[in-house]
């Protein structure tokens, strides 16, 4: 009965003794020559998509198990389940973030829809959110951490369940071995909230601007009917999109500023460095790269999976005594390879944009080759930049932006570290815009 509570499964997905315990509605809404299905609110027509049948069905969620006219969609309410809990903090919170803390959880006491922290990289977070978590859970209810990419779960879960370990919890996303049974605290990716109906009192969203979740309208959707009607969700991000910073504009989506990062050091600024590098670097290492990786661990971010393994070789040669290795997000050991990069196992690492977030590594330096191309728009280049000076134990790092000729991204990323390490400053090393 667990596996139904919050949730909106197809028959084919629950056990035959829930059919008749839970409650059913159609799967699909009819709008005049129309359908809109239920679980992603996607409208499509019948005549387009349809079986020999007859029957319609939705195109736009069929990875999750098609959808199908006439029938059902089966659904119980997850009942308040007693619980006291409270958070244990990694370390204390700072001023800044104490009072960022409590407004989020004023926001859940005034069951505000939705709110946004805007913090920078490092800020810390996760750990605002404890607050929040914990009046939410001590009330019974259910919380959902979500982000939209795998990575970021995997970063977040292992802190949550030390945060909150006597709280029942589970993280779920495309290949997880996991199972839901009805966990106080959920973590999960964007696309399993598509499974979800009415169900969570409060939604923790991370990395609100990432891809995929800034562009599907599925996802955004399955959001908000993952929701409890008075619930809240709060969205945490470093780089805010045009959608949010037009409706913070318009005073439409409540919200705090922390440009300050937890442990009240400056943001890294990236150095820039001029190189051919899609003539040289897949021939030799010049002596201007060469010194700087020698030096601790790198995360190198390639503008291409085709690049990427075609400058593998050249640092292999180039480092015999290092541990290298790269990850991108069709590499079919990628969660394995980034449990290793966690555990520091590597010097070296080659990957794409799958991680300029949501991986926290101690004592990182970062270079970005090519930082001029198109992929490198300003938000990942400021997300990038981000990973470094993340941890008490290394409050700096190098970053270092490969190019042969500077884009408006890099220098408009450049601009707004400095601009928020300035605004850090004006009155001590945290400045509240709020």
């Given at each position: ?33 129309d ?13 387009l ?12 969620c ?22 006291l ?28 829809p939705?709110?946004?922290?805007w ?5 810390g977070?996760?750990?605002m ?42 993280l ?32 923790i ?37 045009e ?18 990062r ?13 190189c ?42 180039t ?10 997000a ?5 969660i ?5 990069i ?18 926290t ?34 409050t ?29 400053k ?9």
């Amino acid at each position: 009965m667990k596996t139904l509570w919050g949730r909106q499964l197809l028959k084919s997905e629950i056990a035959p003794d829930l059919i008749e315990k839970g409650q059913k509605f159609p799967t699909l809404k009819k709008l005049d020559n129309d359908y809109q299905c239920v679980r992603c609110g996607q409208i499509f027509a019948k005549k387009l998509f349809s079986l020999p049948t007859g029957l319609g069905y939705c195109p736009f969620c069929l990875s999750l198990g098609r959808v199908l006219e006439n029938e059902f969609f089966y659904f119980l309410p997850r009942p308040k389940i007693n619980l006291l809990t409270k958070a244990i903090y990694p370390h204390s919170l700072s001023f800044a973030q104490e009072k960022k803390s409590q407004w989020i959880s004023e926001v859940i006491d005034k069951k505000l829809p939705f709110a946004l922290l805007w913090a920078v990289t490092g800020a810390g977070k996760t750990e605002m959110t404890f607050l929040g978590i914990e009046k939410v859970l001590n009330k019974g209810e259910q919380v959902a951490f979500c982000a939209p990419r795998i990575d970021v779960c995997l970063e977040i879960y292992p802190r949550l369940e030390k945060a909150f370990p006597n709280v029942s919890k589970v993280l779920l996303y495309g290949k997880t071995p996991e199972k839901y049974s009805g966990q106080a605290l959920v973590v999960c990716t964007t696309h399993q909230l598509l499974r979800f109906k009415n169900a969570f009192s409060l939604i923790i969203l991370d990395e609100v601007d990432a891809f995929p979740f800034s562009t599907e309208k599925i996802l955004q959707f399955a959001c908000f009917n993952a929701r409890k009607k008075s619930g809240t969700i709060i969205m945490l991000t470093a780089t805010p999109g045009e959608k949010q910073l037009s409706l913070m504009e318009k005073n439409k989506l409540p919200y705090k500023v922390l440009p300050g990062r937890f442990h009240g050091k400056e943001l890294d600024v990236p150095q820039f460095l001029w190189c051919h590098w899609e003539e040289t670097l897949l021939k030799r290492l010049p002596f201007k790269i060469k010194k700087h990786l020698k030096e601790k661990m790198w995360l190198i971010f390639c503008p291409t999976i085709v690049f990427m393994e075609k400058f593998l070789p050249v640092l292999e040669k180039t480092f015999p005594e290092k541990a290298i290795t790269s990850v991108h997000a069709k590499d079919p050991f990628r969660i394995e390879k980034v449990k290793e990069i966690r555990q520091g196992k590597y010097d070296l690492i080659l990957c794409t944009t799958i991680l300029e977030r949501g991986v926290t590594l101690i004592d990182i330096q970062v270079m970005v080759i090519g930082s001029n191309q198109g992929i490198f728009k300003k938000e990942v280049l400021v997300q990038i930049s981000g990973r470094t000076g993340r941890s008490l134990k290394a409050t700096s790092g190098k970053i270092i932006f490969v190019h042969h000729g500077k884009s408006q991204a890099m220098v408009k990323a450049r601009k707004e570290i400095q601009a928020l390490n300035k605004l850090a400053k004006k009155e001590g090393e945290w400045h509240d815009l709020s």
